[in-house]
């Protein structure tokens, strides 16, 4: 749940970048914008968060039993019942934020609509994408590029949004690779994700040129400026990391859960190259501001996950 900060990020980024593209260069964009609504993007960010979150839990419960007793629900600390209501209303709050987003938002319904289509991305994985290989690999990336939009359906920067989707499918694929998860991976699914993601790609370049030629240049209709460099260079960046992780991991499975863990962390760097890019230097300090709030969050759970296991009392199984 600490990674809900990168999901926030993400959504922020591309709030500013509309703002930006709206306003010009010379407008204030917090002055555009208000506390309420970056408020409003977060709650939106939260609940959808921790909707997946609780729900992959209530799907995972007796799996959990067996292989995480120590875990809130195979341990009875909250029942089946109270997770339930909680699952329902995060939902009911990512829905009612983007309700008001959109009623806000010149009186357009598709940031809505597309909160509710993230919402069934993401119940689609916890029900049966994790076990489908490369199509859930593929919904992994879905999930982020839609959220991504909730806050900017018009793509201002189409880059960001295709950026997130690439690397946390191809992150995910990687990190499940080396974990060595079942049903392995193979060439056939390597293929489908990467065919996949070229197609997906492909698709949104021509639907945002057909969408602005008539307008734009290329160049302008697709956001090719300089400050594409930074993400570029942030891209790179990641790749380093990656092999630093391989490379300093004293197993192929640690290294993949390393993988996966700074792999969403980086989504934070990627929302504050394209914000310092197109948005401003000042707004891209605040976003890079949530990667050490993430980071440190991740260990604080890790910390009280630990104190909380020490605490149960220790489950013993019948002998055979």
Same mark, same amino acid.
């Given at each position: 749940m600490a990674l809900v900060f990168t999901a926030i990020a993400d959504a922020w980024c591309n709030?500013?970048?509309l703002t930006r593209w709206q306003v010009g260069p010379t407008v204030s964009v917090f002055d555009q914008l208000g506390f309420s609504t970056l408020a409003l993007v977060a709650g939106?960010?939260?609940g959808l968060y921790a909707f997946g979150m609780t729900l992959n839990d209530l799907i995972d419960r007796r799996r959990d039993a067996a292989i995480a007793a120590h875990r809130p629900l195979p341990s009875g600390r909250v029942s089946p019942a109270t997770a339930t209501f909680i699952c329902m209303v995060l939902f009911a709050m990512a829905i009612t934020c983007g309700a008001v987003y959109a009623q806000r938002s010149s009186g357009s319904w598709f940031s809505l609509v597309l909160v509710v289509f993230t919402a069934m991305l993401i119940?689609?994985?916890?029900f049966a994408g994790k076990y489908l290989v490369a199509p859930g690999l593929i919904t992994l990336g879905l999930i982020r590029f839609f959220h991504s939009l909730i806050a900017a359906p018009q793509m201002p920067v189409p880059w960001h949004s295709l950026l997130l989707l690439d690397h946390v499918a191809i992150v995910s694929m990687v990190a499940y690779a080396w974990e060595q998860k079942r049903p392995a991976l193979s060439r056939r699914h390597v293929g489908l994700v990467v065919g996949g993601l070229v197609l997906l790609n492909a698709m949104v370049i021509g639907l945002v040129l057909l969408r602005r030629l008539d307008r734009f240049t290329v160049a302008a209709a697709l956001r090719i400026q300089p400050g594409l460099m930074f993400p570029a260079m942030a891209a790179l960046g990641f790749i380093t990391v990656a092999q630093f992780i391989r490379l300093k991991s004293p197993s192929p499975r640690e290294a993949g859960q390393k993988l996966m863990l700074f792999g !969403?962390?980086?989504?934070?760097?990627y929302d504050t190259a394209f914000v310092a890019g197109y948005v401003s230097l000042a707004w891209a300090g605040v976003i890079a501001l949530l990667l050490p709030v993430a980071y440190l969050s991740v260990q604080l759970?890790?910390?009280w996950s630990t104190i909380?296991? !020490?605490?149960?009392?220790?489950?013993?199984?019948?002998a055979e």
């Open positions: 709030l500013l970048l939106i960010s939260i119940a689609f994985y916890d !969403l962390l980086w989504l934070i760097v759970i890790r910390w909380v296991s !020490l605490s149960q009392r220790p489950a013993f199984k019948r």
